[in-house]
């Protein structure tokens, strides 16, 4: 399928689930140094995570999202029940505040707001850094690319709930079936006929999107 092939991945290593276990309970017990070792683990991943769901995202719009996201952490990580890896219940979180984020682009646009633009944001003073996935290609293949991650991001954003979840799980926060299926609270099989379904709605859409511009959705 040309959409599904045109989705960005994010890979990374998952951590221990004892060592996570540990973690979460002397955060939970108010371990400051616990909470350094949690943000050190998971905010560079979130940062990525944030910035492949929404390209027109800045560096300093991944901070500001990213800084809600911890703060969500913080407040509901009592919360967090531990059938699925802490990072992907913090994947969760991070897509719900960015989707917000954006939104609240939207109306201050609509509104004539204008929304700042940094080229280079300095890093928070918590020192804490994002580091943004980056093939370094020329010039027009960066606009091209750009133009047609946007349109997949209009693709994905036409879906609605549940499908741009299960969808934004599976393909950007590389999360697997069984992942996906403890967060979302599924059984496994039907993870499997939703992500399916969700993606050839996904397919029919992008298709719509990439021909109004006349452009290939599988050169993305």
């Known amino acids: 399928m040309l959409a599904k092939a045109a989705l960005l991945r994010y890979t990374d290593c998952p951590m221990n689930p004892n060592a996570e276990a540990d973690l979460i309970a002397r955060c939970r017990r108010g371990e400051a140094q616990a909470w350094d070792e949690l943000f050190d683990l998971h905010y560079a991943a979130a940062g990525r995570f944030v910035f492949q769901l929404a390209p027109q995202f800045n560096r300093e719009d991944v901070e500001e999202i990213c800084q809600e996201t911890f703060l969500s ?7 967090f029940n531990g059938r699925s890896q802490l990072q992907t219940w913090l994947f969760r979180i991070a897509a719900n505040k960015a989707r917000d984020y954006r939104e609240r682009q939207r109306a201050a646009k609509r509104g004539g707001g204008q929304m700042p633009i940094s080229l280079q944001a300095e890093n928070r003073e918590d020192g804490l850094t994002i580091d943004p996935p980056s093939d370094a290609p020329a010039p027009d293949a960066t606009a091209i690319n750009a133009e047609r991650i946007a349109l997949m991001r209009e693709a994905l954003d036409q879906l609605g709930e549940p499908c741009r979840e299960i969808i934004e799980l599976r393909y950007f926060g590389d999360l697997s079936y069984e992942e996906i299926s403890n967060t ?4 496994v099989k039907t993870v499997s006929s939703r992500l399916s379904k969700c993606l050839d709605h996904f397919e029919e859409i992008a298709r719509n999107v990439f021909s109004r511009e006349n452009i290939a959705p599988s050169s993305v």
């Open 73 to 79: 952490v913080i407040k509901s990580l009592e919360s």
């Open 184 to 187: 979302l609270q599924l059984n």
